[in-house]
C-alpha cells in the first residue's frame, strides 16, 4: 500500500502570497470548493425558476437577459447576449429560435447593419416574467441574506474582476492543454 500524502506535503495549488495562509493553500481550496458549491446551487434555482415558466434553466437565463438588454436600443443582438453570459453566439442563437417558437421572443432586422437582428420579448414573455418575481425577490433573499450593502458591493466587484480571470485563465489552460499533447 503506497504511503498516503498529507495535505501539508501535497504540492501547492497557488503561489500568489494572497492566496496563501501560512504557507498553505487549504483555505484556498476550502474557498473554492465553497464557490463551487455555491455555483452549482445557483445553476439549479436558475433551472427551478425556468421551469416554473415552462423554460429550461438556459432558456430563462436568455429571456431574461434579452429583456434586461434590450432597454438600451429597443432590443438587442446575438452577440451581446453572447458576450453578456459568456456563451457562444450559435448557442444564444438555438435556445433564442426555441423562444420564438414560444411567442416569448421576437426578432427584427437590425436598421443598423441587416445581417443581424434585433431581439424582444414580447407582451406573453414579459407578463411571465412579472409574475415569477415575486417568487424571484423571495428566493434571492434567502440566497443572498449574508450580503449588506457594503458586502454587496464588494461581491459585485470581485465577480466582475474574477469573471475576467476566468477568461484569461481558461485561455491559459487551453495554451499549456495544447503545448503539452503527445507530439507537440
Given amino acids: 500500500m503506497p504511503p498516503s500524502v498529507s495535505v501539508d506535503q501535497a504540492a501547492l495549488t497557488v503561489s500568489l502570497p494572497g492566496l496563501l495562509h501560512e504557507g498553505s493553500d487549504a483555505r484556498f481550496r476550502a474557498m473554492l470548493h465553497n464557490l463551487l458549491a455555491f455555483a452549482a446551487r445557483l445553476e439549479q434555482v436558475r433551472g427551478r425558476f425556468g421551469a416554473m415558466v415552462g423554460l429550461s434553466g438556459s432558456q430563462y437565463t436568455v ?17 451581446a447576449i453572447a458576450d453578456h453570459l459568456s456563451l457562444s453566439g450559435a448557442f444564444v442563437t438555438s435556445e433564442t429560435n426555441k423562444l420564438i417558437k414560444l411567442e416569448l421572443v421576437t426578432k427584427r432586422p437590425n436598421p443598423e447593419d441587416a445581417r443581424r437582428v434585433l431581439l424582444s420579448i414580447t407582451p406573453k414573455a414579459a407578463q411571465l416574467l412579472d409574475g415569477l418575481a415575486p417568487v424571484q425577490r423571495e428566493i434571492n433573499d434567502v440566497l443572498f441574506e449574508p450580503l449588506d450593502g ?6 459585485c466587484r ?3 474582476g474574477l ?17 503539452e499533447e503527445p507530439g507537440q
Fill in 63 to 79: 429571456l431574461i437577459s434579452i429583456r434586461h438588454l434590450q432597454v438600451k436600443a429597443g432590443g438587442v443582438g446575438i452577440k
Fill in 150 to 155: 457594503l458586502d454587496m458591493a464588494l461581491v
Fill in 158 to 160: 470581485l465577480a466582475e
Fill in 163 to 179: 469573471r475576467h480571470s476566468s477568461e484569461r485563465a481558461l485561455m491559459l489552460t487551453d495554451y499549456l492543454s495544447q503545448a
